[in-house]
Structure formats: C-alpha cells, structure tokens
C-alpha cells in the first residue's frame, strides 16, 4: 500500500519551515521531496538483486542547497535554459532578467522557483502516493511579466512509476519553460560509464555562451547520436566542435514527435531508468 509522510527538514535564511516529503510505493520504490525548490532530494529503487539503492545526486543538508545549489534536483522555472543576455520581447515590451550566467539569465535568474519554499499537500490512494506543490509567482517576479500560479505534482505508483506533471496559468501573456533538474547516477562509479539513449533525430547547438541558436540539426554522425543506446564517456571521446565548446553535453535534444518520446540511462546489469512522456507530454520517470 502506498504511503505518504512529513517531516521538517530545516529553515533556510529569512524562509519558513522545509518539509521533506516521502513518497513509498509499497513496492520498493521511493522519493523523498523537499518544499524548498520541489527538490527531488531522494529516488531509491531496487537493483536486480532487489536491494534498493539511490539513483539521483542530492545534498545532505538544506543550508548545501540554498548555499551551494548546482539546481540539484530542483524544479526550475519561471525558464529552464538560458535566456540571452537576460532580455527578451513579448507584444513589442523588452523584459529584463537579472543575469546569472556570464551575461545571461539561466533558469529563471538568481531567485527562481528553485530558491522558493512551495506549497504541498500529499495524499494517497489504492495504487499512488502523490504530492501538489503550488507557487505564486507575482508580476514582475524576477523581471517576467504576468502573475503565475504553477503546480508541480508528483505521483508515485505501485508499478514504481514516478510522474511529475507541471501546470501553469497566467493573467497575462508571458513566457514558462519548466522542468526537474535532477542529475541521475544509477550506482557510485563514473557516470561515463552509464549508457544513455534519447529518441531524439536532432539537437540544438549552441553558440559560445551556451544559447541555443539556428534551427535544430540532425544528430547523425555527430557525438549527439544517441538514437540507440551508447556509453556515455565513448560519445563524449567523439571529435565534435560543439562538445568542445560547451564543455560536454550541454545541449537540448529534439525529442521525436510521433511518439511520446524517451531518455533511456542505464547501469549494466545493475539498474535502468526511462524518463519519457505520456500522451500529454508529462514527463516520467
């Protein structure tokens, strides 16, 4: 039977209360959440031999993630990704965001949803343990126009299956881009040994401050080819200017249309997880 528990986790500076959150399946599947960011700060599931192990990167106190936050695990918003020299237009009126990445604006600027404390109510069902968090975000809020009222839920069911789906509704016309920023490492050796497959015929590149740019290009013959499984640390040994510009992979992939669309990262013969999309376009893992 799934189960849903609270638990104080801390204070962050001039914020109230964190919660963590935990949702078990019953299965031998579970994820601890935080209400500071919506972290993800814990996904354990069980190994072939069926001992359960954790799968995402966290950090062990709250002051490590308002102090030293890499985003882990975090929900970021109002936009993930970079938004150029922290400016954008929308109706003919220039927005500014504050810059917080060598001259741009990276996920929402320096105070974005991941530095928030959210609201959550958790419950449970027969087949799930689920947890909302809600956010008002307030015009202006970070230089983005429009008051935002977000929801971020995430439902843990009996197949083990963890789906976070995200709604947004505004009272003018703005712009959000939101998404988990959870780094996955199925045991503790390198992650360049894990294997990754992502459906996706084409990538952006970016230029040299890691903005998107130009239209998407195909993958094929390019150290982005991952339409069939590879090891991680063999694609990114590929000659390829993009890698060497960015530093390694940091890119956004085109997910194919025509079907839901899905990351696979596994750990021979250890443990595989598949982060996909439903009909809706929500994301699972």
């Known amino acids: 039977m799934p189960t849903v528990h609270r638990k104080p986790f801390g204070r962050a500076h001039g914020q109230s209360e964190t919660d963590l959150w935990t949702l078990d399946s019953g299965t031998g599947v579970r994820a601890e959440l935080l209400t500071y960011g919506g972290v993800l700060h814990s996904l354990t599931l069980p190994d072939t031999a069926g001992e359960?192990?954790?799968?995402?990167?966290?950090?062990?106190?709250?002051?490590?993630?308002?102090?030293?936050?890499?985003?882990?695990?975090?929900?970021?918003?109002?936009?993930?990704?970079?938004?150029?020299?922290?400016?954008?237009?929308?109706?003919?009126?220039?927005?500014?965001?504050p810059a917080n990445d060598r001259g741009h604006a990276l996920h929402g600027g320096p105070d974005g949803f991941h530095t928030k404390i959210w609201e959550a109510t958790g419950h449970r069902t027969d087949t799930a343990a689920v947890l909302r968090l809600t956010l008002h975000s307030p015009d202006g809020d970070m230089g983005f126009p429009g008051a935002l009222d977000v929801t971020a839920t995430y439902t843990l069911d009996t197949t083990g299956t963890l789906a976070v789906d995200y709604t947004a509704a505004t009272d003018r016309p703005t712009v959000v881009n939101l998404t988990n920023h959870s780094?996955?490492?199925?045991?503790?050796?390198?992650?360049?040994?894990?294997?990754?497959?992502?459906?996706?015929?084409?990538?952006?590149?970016?230029?040299?401050?890691?903005?998107?740019?130009?239209?998407?290009?195909?993958?094929?013959?390019?150290?982005?080819?991952?339409?069939?499984?590879?090891?991680?640390?063999?694609?990114?040994?590929?000659?390829?200017?993009?890698?060497?510009?960015a530093g390694g992979y940091d890119h956004c992939w085109v997910l194919r249309p025509a079907a839901p669309g899905r990351i696979m990262v596994g750990q021979a013969p250890v443990k595989q997880v598949v982060v996909d999309r439903d009909d809706r376009g929500h994301a699972r893992v």
């Open 183 to 245: 780094y996955l490492n199925l045991g503790d050796d390198d992650i360049l040994g894990h294997t990754l497959q992502v459906d996706a015929d084409a990538y952006l590149p970016v230029d040299t401050g890691s903005i998107p740019e130009g239209p998407p290009a195909p993958v094929t013959g390019t150290a982005f080819d991952l339409t069939t499984a590879h090891r991680i640390g063999e694609r990114l040994a590929h000659p390829d200017a993009q890698l060497d510009q």
């Open 52 to 97: 359960p192990g954790p799968v995402v990167r966290s950090l062990p106190a709250l002051d490590d993630y308002t102090d030293k936050n890499p985003y882990f695990g975090a929900i970021v918003g109002r936009y993930a990704n970079r938004i150029a020299h922290g400016r954008f237009t929308l109706d003919g009126t220039t927005h500014h965001i």
